[in-house]
């Protein structure tokens, strides 16, 4: 059973180019969680979703940041317009959907704004 | 809102022995779930141990076990016969057990094995 899958695993964007994200969930997972990590820092809750559905997106700048989880597909974490306070590392974590379940986290992707 | 403060930036540990690494956290539910996670120099994050709120028992997996004081709000990770591949960031978490499960971080607390 293949765990949580992120690409790409690194990626370099200039400033005012826009970066994609993608997050493949577990298999039987409908849940999915995006969060940043900042240099030094612990992670930070950005969104989450369900298939077709925002949930929560209270820790997503206001601008810039869009998330998406469609009916087929990967989710998706779009930043527009990048700029270098956007260098992170963004994990992505899915779960089953029922309640009391662990969260489990892919790879990450780091980006790197120029 | 929840908050989980680990108060260790770094901790170092000689091989084959024991380290404690701290942790607490400031929550009004009284349900609720506690993690630590590891974060090796790949930056995978990996789950290390759960506790759930309602258990009184602390939770064990195999080198690693917790110290769960609920009034307190305390929860500590016991890593015994520490080994090199122990060395990494450790994260304690926290989640609400009901409705979904938005997991909130602490800062991280690197642990350095010493041959």
């Known amino acids: 059973n293949a765990g949580v899958m992120q690409n790409p695993r690194h990626l370099v964007r200039r400033r005012g180019q826009e970066a994609r994200l993608r997050c493949s969930p577990m298999?039987?997972?409908?849940?999915v969680y995006w969060y940043r990590q900042l240099p030094e820092e612990g992670l930070k809750f950005m969104v989450y979703?369900?298939?077709?559905?925002?949930?929560?997106e209270s820790g997503m700048p206001k601008e810039r940041f869009s998330a998406e989880f469609p009916k087929e597909g990967p989710s998706i974490l779009r930043i527009q317009q990048v700029v270098r306070g956007d260098s992170a590392a963004y994990f992505c974590?899915?779960?089953?959907?029922?309640?009391?379940?662990?969260?489990?986290f892919g790879p990450g992707t780091r980006l790197l704004v120029l | 809102a929840q908050t989980v403060t680990q108060s260790q930036p770094e901790m170092s540990v000689q091989e084959a022995e024991t380290v404690t690494l701290s942790c607490t956290y400031d929550?009004?539910?009284?349900?609720?779930?506690l993690f630590w996670y590891k974060q090796p120099p790949s930056r995978q994050m990996i789950l290390v141990i759960r506790?759930?709120?309602?258990?009184?028992q602390n939770a064990t997996e195999n080198r690693f076990s917790v110290n769960f004081q609920k009034a307190a709000k305390s929860f500590s990770l016991k890593i015994s016969d520490s080994q090199l591949g122990d060395a990494a960031m450790y994260f304690c978490?926290?989640?609400?057990?009901?409705?979904?499960?938005?997991?909130?971080f602490g800062t991280g607390t690197k642990l350095q094995v010493i041959p």
């Open positions: 929550t009004s539910e009284s349900d609720y779930y």
């Open positions: 974590a899915s779960s089953p959907g029922t309640q009391q379940e662990t969260q489990y």
């Open positions: 979703l369900q298939k077709e559905n925002i949930i929560d």
């Open positions: 298999k039987g997972h409908s849940h």
């Open positions: 978490a926290y989640t609400f057990s009901g409705g979904y499960q938005k997991v909130t």
């Open positions: 506790q759930e709120a309602y258990k009184q």
